[in-house]
């Protein structure tokens, strides 16, 4: 029997056409084309519900709670459920998700590279591999996943790699957990990084500075003033960051703001292995956070879930530490 698998839409190319005027914009068609999409009826038992229909940089984190919890609220009824996304901030959403969701029911999100204009569209390929990944009983209790081009990542690890490819969402270092081929979902490969936050309520005020050389003082003054609970650095390779700036981190860290380093650099862990003033490890002694392998944007989002949980600086230092991979 067909597997009961519910779409929610939040907008995104998927759902936009050109238009000769205005370029490439949401339309209110995608909706009843699903409804219509005889691959997708015979794959599944699909209802379809919109959440919203705007493109994806307007996505907010307080959206992407409020599209959580409608997650969990419908996955009682439900098989699977799939999401349809903007591919710009899907790795954020898909992340934030699978980090506060608490059912265990496949969660799979999915988007398109290409308008409904475009020739070679991905988008109903997209969503017919998702809905298999979500009917598919593998798929239960792997944290929130993310179909794209006929590859499954975890929501932890993707990334969306190139502005305009098709091929854009990789897993950075790791690669994907399986594929979905023409005959049937293959995993290749299980995540350890699973983990749950249950909370609710976000912490908004959670701030992502990006290192450059030579850069200034300005965006962590700017944090101090604005009162931030804590702000990632995208800092340097292992985690290093210019000299200069450490009475700066250090009137961040008395001004009780959490410091946290993540790298500006694509894969790999940040560690305390450098010495000198701002390197790694002197930055550690400081009393800054290293994230590991987490990227800035996705340790910002992690943050702002825990101090929503916690509200106790030293409570969200414990929890974030003890889950750094
Ligand atoms: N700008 C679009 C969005 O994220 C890009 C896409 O969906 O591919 O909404």
Not at 15 to 21: C, Q
Not at 246 to 270: K, M, W
Not at 308 to 316: A, H
Request: proline share 5%; glycine share 8%.
């Amino acid at each position: 029997m067909n597997k009961n698998i519910l779409i929610i839409l939040t907008g995104g190319t998927i759902a936009m056409k050109l238009s000769e005027k205005l370029g490439v914009i949401p339309t209110s068609e995608f909706a009843d084309f699903l409804k219509s999409f005889p691959q997708l009826t015979s794959t599944a038992q699909v209802d379809v519900l919109e959440f919203s229909n705007i493109p994806s940089p307007y996505m907010t984190p307080e959206k992407m709670f409020e599209l959580a919890r409608l997650i969990d609220l419908k996955a009682v009824d439900y098989d699977g459920l799939v999401i349809t996304h903007g591919t710009d901030t899907l790795e954020e959403t898909a992340y934030l998700a699978d980090l506060v969701l608490t059912t265990r029911k496949p969660v799979v999100f999915t988007a398109a590279m290409r308008s409904g204009s475009d020739l070679g569209l991905d988008g109903p390929r997209n969503i017919i591999g998702a809905v298999r990944v979500a009917c598919h009983p593998d798929s239960y209790d792997k944290g929130v996943l993310v179909v794209m081009n006929d590859e499954i990542h975890a929501a932890r690890d993707v990334v969306k790699s190139d502005t305009g490819k098709v091929d854009a969402f990789i897993s950075l270092g790791y690669g994907p957990l399986g594929s979905v081929d023409p005959d049937r979902v293959v995993y290749h490969r299980q995540t350890i990084f699973q983990e749950s936050i249950w909370t609710d309520k976000l912490e908004p005020n959670i701030d992502l500075i990006k290192a450059t050389a030579g850069m200034d003082a300005r965006y962590i003054q700017c944090s101090i003033q604005h009162k931030a609970k804590a702000v990632v650095i995208e800092a340097m390779g292992r985690g290093n960051l210019p000299d200069y700036l450490e009475p700066d981190i250090r009137q961040a860290l008395d001004s009780n703001i959490l410091v946290v380093l993540s790298s500006r650099a694509y894969t790999g862990r940040v560690l305390p292995e450098y010495g000198y003033v701002c390197g790694g490890k002197y930055l550690q002694q400081m009393g800054v956070i290293l994230a590991g392998d987490l990227q800035g944007i996705k340790a910002r989002l992690k943050l702002m879930v825990l101090f929503g949980k916690y509200n106790d600086p030293l409570l969200v230092r414990k929890f974030f530490l003890d889950s750094i991979v």
